[in-house]
């Protein structure tokens, strides 16, 4: 739960260091796959259940080249940052679910898999994530969440939706 805590903090300072790109940039290529960079931000019943008691909000920003800046605030104002990048090996499915692997290089190494959904038919668009820490290993380690299985599936489906936040585009 730690590692998970701290990419959550970390993604959601990447965010904020972000900020000034506040329009997310999307681009449909020929394989139906997007592309996009931009600020996202989880606050409230939108962070993972594991996370909600410890942070108030996660800012999370995406470059375009998939790098990022995580930005968590906890609930005396106290901030923390991580970066590192993002690894869409099928890129990213339009209309469902995607693998992804995390590489955090900030403040310390640290891999993450996990799957990953961006929904352009709400407003605001909304990212759905959901991942758990693979390298280094932990003393509890869990399996991480499978995209043909969906949200809810991490340690095969043990955590329930618990590890699972929604970022909102600002």
């Known amino acids: 739960m730690n590692s998970r805590f701290n990419l959550l903090i970390a993604l959601s300072i990447s965010f904020l260091l972000g900020a000034c790109n506040l329009t997310p940039n999307l681009e449909e290529t020929e394989t139906n796959l997007i592309k996009l960079d931009g600020v996202w931000q989880s606050e409230s019943s939108n962070l993972a259940s594991n996370v909600r008691n410890q942070l108030q ?94 949200f809810g599936s991490t340690d095969n489906f043990n955590l329930g939706i618990s590890n699972v936040q929604k970022f909102s585009v600002q």
């Open 57 to 150: 909000k996660r800012t999370l920003q995406i470059y375009q080249d998939f790098s990022y800046s995580l930005i968590d605030a906890d609930y005396t104002s106290n901030i923390s940052v991580a970066k590192g990048t993002f690894d869409f090996e099928e890129g990213i499915d339009m209309k469902g679910v995607s693998p992804v692997t995390i590489h955090q290089t900030y403040p310390n190494p640290i891999t993450y898999k996990g799957i990953v959904e961006i929904n352009m038919d709400v407003e605001p668009m909304e990212m759905t994530l959901e991942y758990v820490q693979v390298f280094p290993s932990q003393e509890v380690a869990l399996a991480p969440p499978v995209a043909t299985q969906g």
